[in-house]
């Protein structure tokens, strides 16, 4: 129907007083419906899909459908045979490395850490060092996730080494969450440091990592840190130290 047929209606019908309620109401909702939309001109959900295909063909996949494939892929191989999974995670590696947009990085990173094979770990290695602080922070986190005693030395490297204050924050946290003891001597030496946010964490990753709770004073967690005779039964910095470097 014509839009300007409608607006004659509903004037009628406005004038004959039966555009009250919920019919005046529906009447003004299809007239304002039917009025011509200047930047819906043309407008035809197939072109739009077919200018979506076009871009794709000249641009290729967006980030997002570049997400959703990893992700598809990921959990195909999971399902697949080893060799299958060992041959995916060695074309992550290619995927990781031609790839400019850091939230994808960050998809691959996240599917490599589902797998068990050297692939995915160099990936995990290597994204510690990314040009992306993003996809260094992600790093950190798959990291903890994967535990163990290497978690240990390359959170507390990540820590000392990035120029980023938000990824030292972040290697603090997960070395906090990791729960292990080989790591209070990384988060005492940060006690020291001059940024009162490294102070702060450093003292809520000693809480969790030693069971103690001192409070938030970070005095008193030097002074505990100082005295290995204090908790000789629980650790010792020097005997920890050196097993860590």
């Not at 930047?39 to 290729?60: D, F, S, T």
Request: proline share 4%; charged share 30%.
């Amino acid at each position: 129907m014509p839009a300007s047929v409608v607006r004659s209606r509903v004037r009628l019908r406005c004038a004959n007083g039966f555009a009250s309620g919920r019919h005046g109401l529906l009447l003004i909702v299809l007239a304002a419906a039917a009025a011509p939309c200047a930047g819906c001109a043309g407008w035809a959900p197939w072109k739009n899909n077919e200018q979506a295909e076009r871009n794709r063909e000249k641009y290729g996949p967006t980030a997002n459908q570049r997400i959703k494939t990893i992700a598809e892929q990921a959990k195909a191989a999971k399902a697949a045979s080893v060799d299958r999974q060992a041959a995916f995670t060695q074309e992550l590696i290619a995927t990781m490395l031609g790839e400019h947009d850091p939230r994808v990085r960050c998809a691959i990173l996240e599917a490599a850490a589902g797998f068990d094979t050297p692939a995915a770990l160099a990936i995990c290695r290597g994204a510690l060092d990314d040009p992306n602080e993003r996809v260094r922070m992600k790093a950190c986190g798959e990291w903890r996730k994967r535990g163990g005693e290497e978690a240990v030395k390359l959170l507390a490297a990540r820590y000392r080494t990035d120029a980023e204050l938000d990824v030292r924050l972040r290697a603090l946290r997960m070395l906090g969450e990791l729960q292990d003891k080989s790591a209070i001597p990384v988060l005492a030496k940060a006690l020291e440091d001059p940024d009162p946010a490294v102070q702060y964490r450093a003292v809520s990753s000693l809480k969790k990592v030693s069971g103690r709770d001192l409070g938030d004073d970070v005095n008193k967690w030097r002074e505990w840190a100082a005295d290995p005779n204090a908790t000789s039964s629980e650790w010792s910095v020097a005997e920890t130290f050196r097993k860590l470097f």
